[in-house]
């Protein structure tokens, strides 16, 4: 009983160590929600682990767009946009992931992961425009943006937000408040396109996504409140958002290895 008790709550707290993590750079979700359903949660199936991370994921992404449209850090017409083209691009990107090998996808998925965390840092002086948005001028990066970074999230089993912040603050220019805001609707709109897939594989656990949920909406709160506190310093926000990502992935590459 008790073990079982104390795996409940295990999962609870690794759902709003998720969650945090959405609310608070916007992405990361299943960067997070992946190795802890393998590794700490003990999901053998790598899969399985994918799938329901995925609907967790967006689930708890939806929670995050909520507060941070009361804030006013949402810009809806690229949202709106980019999510649209990623839609098509993780149905795509989903049907190729599951046939692949899921100890070499982990690995593939964690060294991405490197090239992404690089590359936000070299642009961590980059403030932004705050009137930054989507027109005429740039909607054809904003569209090629969001097909190819959903691909990579439906082949990745991600919500795609740190593929997805990087990609609106390359496209559009705008803060990366904005993009963090912005790229949860795209992570939603993923995450359900990604789930819906293994979904009709039957690759979900659905008592362990409950679970996730609501630890992940909880801890949603508490990352919201900490980015816009760290949007007040400069690079702060990127510097922990890469930072998020080089230690999730260099300890995926050595378990992988």
């Not at 997805?164 to 709109?189: D, E, F, K, Q």
Request: charged content about 5%; overall charge positive; aromatic content about 8%.
């Amino acid at each position: 009983m008790q073990a079982d008790l104390a795996h409940l709550a295990l999962d609870i707290l690794s759902g709003a160590l998720v969650g945090f993590t959405l609310g608070l750079i916007g992405g990361g979700g299943s960067i997070l929600a992946v190795p802890l359903m393998v590794y700490v949660v003990g999901v053998a199936n790598p899969h399985v682990a994918i799938g329901t991370s995925a609907l967790a994921v967006a689930v708890n992404a939806l929670a995050g767009v909520a507060q941070h449209a009361r804030a006013g850090t949402v810009k809806w017409r690229c949202a709106a946009i980019f999510a649209s083209c990623g839609v098509i691009g993780a149905l795509a990107g989903a049907t190729l992931g599951k046939a692949m090998d899921g100890r070499r996808l982990l690995l593939c998925f964690a060294l991405l992961m490197v090239v992404v965390g690089v590359l936000m840092l070299r642009g961590r002086r980059n403030l932004g425009c705050p009137g930054a948005a989507c027109n005429r001028h740039n909607i054809t990066r904003v569209m090629s943006s969001g097909l190819g970074t959903g691909l990579l999230s439906g082949f990745f089993g991600i919500g795609g937000g740190f593929l997805i912040v990087p990609a609106l603050v390359a496209s559009t220019g705008m803060p990366i408040l904005n993009a963090i805001g912005t790229s949860l609707v795209a992570v939603a709109a993923f995450g359900a396109s990604t789930a819906i897939s293994y979904m009709a594989s039957g690759l979900i656990d659905w008592n362990l996504a409950l679970l996730f949920i609501l630890g992940g909406i909880a801890g949603s709160f508490g990352g919201m409140r900490a980015a816009r506190a760290m949007a007040g310093t400069t690079g702060a926000l990127t510097i922990f958002f890469s930072g998020v990502i080089f230690c999730v992935a260099a300890y995926m590459i050595w378990r992988s290895l």
